[in-house]
Nanobody
Framework: QVQLVESGGGSVQAGGSLRLSCATSGYTYTTDLMGWFRQAPGKEREGVAARDMAGRIAYPDSVKGRFTISKDNAKNTLYLQMNSLKPEDTAMYYC???????????????????WGQGTQVTVSS
C-alpha cells in the first residue's frame, strides 16, 4: 500500500519561498512516476511537477524556472521547492504517485492513483 504524507505548506508573501515535503512508503512496481499537483477553490486539480524513477522531470510553463521537484531516496521523501511565489500559486498542494503510459503527458491527474491528504499554500500580495 502506497502512503504519501505532505508537509511544509504555509503562508508567505509574494516573492517568497516554501519547500513542500512528501514522505513516501509502500512503493510497488505500479508507481513509476511521482508528482505534485495543486487545486485552488473552484478550479481543476493541475499538475505542477512530475518526476520518474530515472530522474526525468516535467513542469508546466506556469511554474517552470520557479518550482523544482527532487527526491531524496535515502529518506524516501519527495520535495517541491517553490521560489518567487505569486498569489496565483495559492492552492492546496498534493503529492501523488502512479504510472503513465510512454509518450503521455505526465502532468495529467488521471494517471495517478495514490494521493496524499494535501498541504495548504497561501501567497499574499
Amino acid at each position: 500500500q502506497v502512503q504519501l504524507v505532505e508537509s511544509g505548506g504555509g503562508s508567505v508573501q509574494a516573492g517568497g519561498s516554501l519547500r513542500l515535503s512528501c514522505a513516501t512508503s509502500g512503493y510497488t512496481y505500479t508507481t513509476d512516476l511521482m508528482g505534485w499537483f495543486r487545486q485552488a477553490p473552484g478550479k481543476e486539480r493541475e499538475g505542477v511537477a512530475a518526476r520518474d524513477m530515472a530522474g526525468r522531470i516535467a513542469y508546466p510553463d506556469s511554474v517552470k524556472g520557479r518550482f523544482t521537484i527532487s527526491k531524496d531516496n535515502a529518506k524516501n521523501t519527495l520535495y517541491l521547492q517553490m521560489n518567487s511565489l505569486k498569489p496565483e500559486d495559492t492552492a492546496m498542494y498534493y503529492c501523488a504517485a502512479g504510472r503513465v503510459p510512454v509518450g503521455s503527458n505526465w502532468l495529467l491527474k488521471k494517471w495517478y492513483n495514490h494521493w496524499g491528504q494535501g498541504t495548504q499554500v497561501t501567497v499574499s500580495s
